[in-house]
């Protein structure tokens, strides 16, 4: 069974870093993509990025791009985000998808709720 | 980048009555378009793909369709466990790009 668990709740102050992880089982992880989204508080899905796992190939969202750093350990199967300095901006809920080929998204993690606050 | 514009923001149906969502790729996406539905509180989960493909466990009554740029997502008879927001999604290009969102609400 594929499963993609994302890890907890996150509440950060402006300027801090953050990296949120998000663990996958029961596929090959190093052979299908996994993808990034971001939902804003009562808005809707954007993609940020994706990495394929095999051999880092990653790609980001003009949004995104320089924003954020997507990366994932082959070892343990985990794809992460990392911020370097958060914003206000950056609270949102964020899921990670696992992508049928370099397409659409068919399983997805449970999201994690990152909070920027001062 | 490709914009994916969704219609109607909201649509307000009873239980049983059959619904009708649009989405409009701003260019070509032949059939690289995916449907998802979000309910409340949970993660999106995937219904079609290839416009007209429904994903494994779907129930019959999801259905899709596409013309050139237009696409559709039919629900021919909407259960209580259908009302939630509906995201069309295309994966032709880079970066891939989301339309804005149906909400099918209880009228």
């Known amino acids: 069974e594929v499963q993609l668990v994302q890890s907890g709740a996150e509440v950060k102050k402006p300027g801090e870093s953050l990296k949120i992880s998000c663990k996958a089982s029961g596929y090959s992880f190093t052979s299908q993509w996994i993808g990034w989204v971001r939902q804003m508080p009562g808005k809707g899905l954007e993609w940020m990025g994706m990495?394929?796992?095999?051999?880092?190939?990653?790609r980001y969202s003009p949004s995104s791009q320089g924003q954020v750093t997507i990366s994932a350990d082959k070892s343990t199967s985990t794809a992460y985000l990392q911020w370097s300095s958060l914003k206000a901006s950056d609270t949102a809920m964020y899921y990670c998808a696992r992508h049928r080929g370099y397409s659409f998204a068919d399983y997805w993690g449970q999201g994690t709720l990152v909070t920027v606050s001062s | 980048e490709i914009v994916m514009t969704q219609s109607p923001a909201t649509l307000s149906v009873s239980p049983g009555e059959r619904v009708t969502l649009s989405c409009r790729a701003s260019q070509s996406v032949n059939n690289n378009l995916g449907w998802y539905q979000q309910k409340p509180g949970q993660a999106p989960r995937l219904l079609i793909y290839?416009?007209?493909t429904r994903d494994t466990g779907v129930p019959a009554r999801f259905s899709g369709s596409w013309s050139a740029t237009d696409f559709t997502l039919t629900i021919s008879t909407l259960q209580s466990e259908d009302f939630a927001i509906y995201y069309c999604q295309q994966y032709h290009n880079w970066p891939f790009t989301f339309g804005g969102g149906t909400k099918v609400e209880i009228k």
């Open positions: 290839g416009a007209s």
């Open positions: 990495i394929f796992p095999g051999d880092s190939d990653t």
